[in-house]
Nanobody, 122 residues
Framework: QVQLVESGGGLVQPGGSLRLSCVAS????????MGWYRQAPGKQRELVAA????????NYVESVKGRFTISRDNTKNTVYLQMNSLKPEDTAVYYC???????????????WGQGTQVTVSS
């Protein structure tokens, strides 16, 4: 397993941008599919975006396509989520997740971060 620490959440106005970062401790970061889930109050946790190992295939939930971009830097053991054109419905706690040799659907994470709050409000 890896330990995951997120940063970059906060309060932003509608239409604004935020970049989330997640740093993984431990070895062999490159063999983990990485991703971001989110959970809004009263709703189930959902996968927002994931990026695979190797060539870095990506997967996005339909509601964020064209607005969010996931990327990874294996030299820094870090995965990013660039969020643009934010909407109030993006408000949630965002969790970094990792799955060893996982598919880009990231259905069974091995590790979770503690979560970072993103609030989109005027």
């Amino acid at each position: 397993q890896v330990q995951l620490v997120e940063s970059g959440g906060g309060l932003v106005q509608p239409g604004g941008s935020l970049r989330l970062s997640c740093v993984a401790s431990g070895s062999f970061f490159s063999i983990y599919t990485m991703g971001w889930y989110r959970q809004a109050p009263g709703k189930q946790r959902e996968l927002v975006a994931a990026i695979s190992t190797g060539i870095g295939n990506t997967n996005y939930v339909e509601s964020v396509k064209g607005r969010f971009t996931i990327s990874r830097d294996n030299t820094k053991n870090t995965v990013y989520l660039q969020m643009n054109s934010l909407k109030p419905e993006d408000t949630a706690v965002y969790y970094c997740a990792a799955e060893k040799f996982g598919s880009v659907r990231l259905v069974r994470p091995d590790s979770w971060g503690q979560g970072t709050q993103v609030t989109v409000s005027s």
